[in-house]
């Protein structure tokens, strides 16, 4: 291996929180302690230029380095699984949409291909999403927002997942939660002043009407 692709190497493993012994990467590599130590002072010298509040670190004892600061670790193997075996059973989003979702996942886990389910065609194939079937990932982010910035909204809400019956309420959004495979908001309904759960995958969509008063920050979401 090139000098560029072994220092890429070494960087992608410290980045991920590996811990990295000297005499075996040098080994691995077929380079002396030397060369180990320029590569080391690469990525030091990189991480100081990209003032990313990272460094490396060397543990005299255990004879190994290790890179300090916030640093991204991939999902080891046993929580992707985990994690995939949760998604699919909850059905709790589009089938398109667990699919990308479960793809996102795979680039930041050390797993390489599918699970033990079989394969690709098969999981998808399987796979029986919640009806309706509306996009719920870009709405629960959407909803969050409005609950981090505290608004007021009006949403376009069925009433029944087997009837097109479409109503319009303006509440407070104050929580997202995922409860029996389903996504659900809990809001202020202004028309009673009580708290009350909806069905994410049955909202149509929704406007902002206004920020919520002091009065109601006061009343509803315990602020002084």
Not at 44 to 52: A, D, P, Q, T, V
Not at 125 to 144: C, I, R, T
């Amino acid at each position: 291996m090139d000098k560029v692709g072994r220092v890429l190497g070494l960087f992608w493993q410290l980045y991920n929180g590996l811990k990295i012994n000297k005499d075996s990467f040098c080994l691995e590599m077929g380079i002396d302690k030397r060369t180990f130590e320029r590569d080391i002072e690469d990525i030091r010298n990189f991480l100081s230029e990209m003032y990313i509040g990272q460094d490396i670190s060397y543990d005299r004892r255990s004879n190994v380095y290790y890179m300090t600061g916030t640093i991204k670790r991939l999902l080891t193997e046993v929580e992707y699984t985990a994690i995939i075996t949760i998604l699919l059973g909850s059905r709790g989003l589009r089938k398109d949409e667990m699919e990308g979702l479960v793809h996102s996942l795979e680039r930041v886990s050390e797993h390489v291909g599918l699970p033990a389910y079989g394969s690709e065609k098969e999981i998808y194939g399987k796979y029986q999403e919640n009806l309706p079937v509306n996009a719920l990932l870009k709405m629960q982010w959407d909803l969050y927002q409005c609950i981090k910035r505290h608004l007021v909204i009006r949403i376009h809400y069925l009433e029944s997942d087997i009837c097109n019956n479409e109503t319009e309420e303006e509440v407070i959004p104050k929580a997202v939660f995922f409860d029996d495979n389903h996504f659900m908001l809990k809001a202020l309904r202004l028309q009673t002043y009580a708290d009350e759960k909806y069905y994410v995958e049955q909202i149509q969509g929704f406007e902002v009407l206004r920020a919520v008063s002091l009065q109601e920050n006061r009343l509803y979401f315990n602020n002084n």
